[in-house]
């Protein structure tokens, strides 16, 4: 009776110490001996080759520059990445280093998982404004890029149609706009607008909130980042959302996929509101014909989206490791490395002198518009730690009224549901 | 003799009734199966294409037939994405110690429930019945917290070092999941229905509870042990928020976490097809390999994994 008893015991313990053995424990700071003081880095990248071998190139080179530090790399896969790290603070686990998308940077750096940036001014002062992200007069997170949106056209299309070209200092009125879809679609395309409403979460307010604010409206009040009121129910508000839902009615765009900008490649549609990220692509398939023009100026001058994924520094990270993490970030914000990032992801780089030794964004390169576009028109998505419940409230409120909802109550809802959560918050001490 | 000819005519009647009338069951049940295929057939046809012509062929018949551009591109992309062979290994011996460590502890929780004798045992079997109600997915950052503050033992410069924390690890992933609510009051079920006189004339020859759980229980007990592995089987294999939130060396990752690797800006479809032609190439194994005890076991169960 005893034998089996003890065989299972001695393997059940065989086992334990066979799979801890596999373990891989996550420590920042210094190994045992006198090596190099680790410092652990996660990145969203999973499953970009591109952006790896940028990312390789840089810690190679770091760790090769000297040895008191020695960055290590973790990644993970985008879609998973925010569940990722929110477990990770949970369990007191955070890396040093940790990519973030901009605008959840207020919401970590208020939750405690985020400490200051603390790089020199002179570094984040050469930066795009949009790929530095600052909360309650403090830089927490800086990017190497920032993303832009444009609306991809052929020139062929609106020269046959009889529609102006615009330019950045002369966009598309409303007026002009809408003239232009009603023209296009008249003309044979079934829907001539691919707003990207097919795709869902943060590119919801990425997209289609800097139309609201070229309106006139917003997602918060961003004075005092207390409440939505007035702001996302406003008449501009609401004369914004209904010309929105009117879009859709009026069958000029559709919400059925796919995501991307297969459609436009395809001329299934006239006109594709879409990123920088999918200007190669196009390039190469529509050539010289292909527009990249500026966004509509819905009365209150055009806007884009800006802030994407940048660099921050967890609280949890040891002072030893935080100065390595700091000497890191200084060394991988050289332009050259920069430059590497834009020409491989095609990426509007940070600082003009990368964006004037990139192969897309320099001044004569086939991309350039996109910098200019991020320059003049770009703003950031409000920095307050409410905007997880910003993003997820405004996706519901305009795909709802996409469907069809009543705009005024469907908007009124949504600051109700903002505003409770701000209220229950203390507005996040703002 | 008159008789005769009508009741033969009247046989082949009904018998030609009864053949039409299995013709029609089997049409419609062959039509049945073509209708459950068809997202099979478009994942493995779809991943033979590149993506302009999945997504093209989509609104048409040709999603489903490998016409076009076919090849084998794709997976040969999976390949330079993901780790695709670490990450089925991963998955394989995950799901094998859960499901292998599964049997094992909650038979004999199930055992210890249903048979022997002990004060409080109909309370406990109602705790464990009632955890049934509570979704993993509310216990899931409690468990983070827990997990990650609990001794380990590690290899480390070839000595075994104790340290705190069982976060990116294979046992992280198997251990949390081995006992089971549902697992052990189907084995307390259907060991209740085993006659206790055995028990008693094993009892009599001197066996002890261990003995008549191994010689006598467990083999009688092939078709419960069989359902209890196929339900284990499929959320072990299908295993992503876990995962996600425990294991950060890529290493250790499993098949459907390696999922959303294609998913950047633009889903890359013909390799997410090809992937998942991959990772369900192992289930649709097992499922042929034990159809039998699999349709039997969500029968007798009443629940599909």
Known sequence: ?430 | MAATPRVRGTRSEASEQRRRRRVWSYLVLVGLAVFFLFPLVFMFVSSLKPDGQILSDISGWRAFLPVGDVGLDNYGAVFDRVPVGRFLLNSLLVTVAIVGLGLVVNSMAGFALSRLRWRGRGLVLGVVIATLIVPFETIAVPLVYWVAHLPTLLFQDGALVYDIGWLNSYKVQIIPFVANAFSIFLFSQYFSTIPTSLDEAARIDGAGWFTIYRRIVVPLSGPAFATVAILTFLPAWNQYLWPTMVVQDEKLRPVMVGMQYFFQDNPAWGEIMAYTSMITLPVLVVFLAFQRAFVSSVAASGVKG
């Open chain 1, 1 to 430: 009776m005893r034998k089996p008893l003890a065989i299972v015991a001695a393997a059940g313990l065989l086992g334990t110490v066979a799979l801890s053995g596999c373990a891989k424990a996550n420590h920042d700071g210094t190994p045992s001996g006198n090596g190099p003081t680790q410092i652990s880095m996660w990145t969203h990248s999973a499953g970009n080759p591109g952006e790896l071998a940028v990312y390789k190139k840089i810690i190679d080179e770091f760790n090769a520059s000297q040895t008191k530090y020695r960055v290590v790399q973790q990644n993970f896969p985008q879609g998973s990445y925010n569940d990722a790290i929110t477990a990770a603070a949970a369990a007191r686990n955070l890396p040093c280093l940790l990519d973030m998308d901009g605008p959840i940077m207020p919401n970590w750096a208020w939750a405690g998982y985020l400490q200051p940036l603390e790089l020199p001014a002179a570094l984040t002062d050469s930066l795009l404004p949009t790929a530095v992200g600052r909360y309650q007069g403090k830089v927490y997170s800086a990017g190497y890029w920032d993303a832009a949106l444009s609306i991809f056209a052929r020139k062929s299309v609106l020269e046959k149609n009889g529609i102006r070209i615009p330019t950045v200092d002369k966009p598309w009125t409303l007026e002009e706009f809408d003239a232009a879809a009603a023209r296009l679609k008249s003309s044979g395309y079934a829907t001539p607008l691919d707003l990207g409403a097919a795709d869902k979460g943060e590119w919801w307010p990425y997209a289609y909130s800097p139309m609201l604010q070229s309106s006139g409206g917003d997602l918060v009040d961003r004075t005092a980042m207390k409440s939505a009121d007035g702001v996302l129910n406003g008449p501009d508000s609401v004369r914004f959302f209904t010309w929105f839902q009117k879009v859709f009615k009026n069958g000029w765009a559709n919400s059925n996929g796919p995501v991307g900008n297969q459609k436009f490649i395809d001329d299934k549609v006239a006109l594709s509101y879409t990123g920088v990220w999918n200007a190669q692509d196009a390039l190469q398939k529509v050539g010289s014909d292909l527009l990249i023009l500026p966004p509509v100026d819905f009365g209150k001058g055009p806007r884009i989206g800006g802030g994407s994924w940048q660099w921050g520094i967890s609280a949890g990270c040891g002072s030893a490791p935080s100065e390595g993490a700091r000497e890191y970030l200084k060394f991988s914000f050289q332009d050259k490395y920069l430059t590497d990032f834009a020409d491989s992801q095609v990426v509007i780089p940070a600082t003009a002198g990368a964006a004037a030794a990139s192969k897309y964004f320099g001044p004569d390169g086939s991309l350039h518009q996109f910098a200019v576009l991020s320059q003049k028109f770009a703003l950031v998505r409000p920095a307050t730690p409410g905007y997880p419940v910003i993003s997820t409230t405004f996706e519901k409120a305009a795909k709802d009224v996409m469907n069809g909802a009543d705009v005024k109550s469907t908007l009124d809802r949504a600051v109700q549901s903002i505003d409770s959560d701000l209220k229950s918050n203390n507005s996040y001490g703002n």
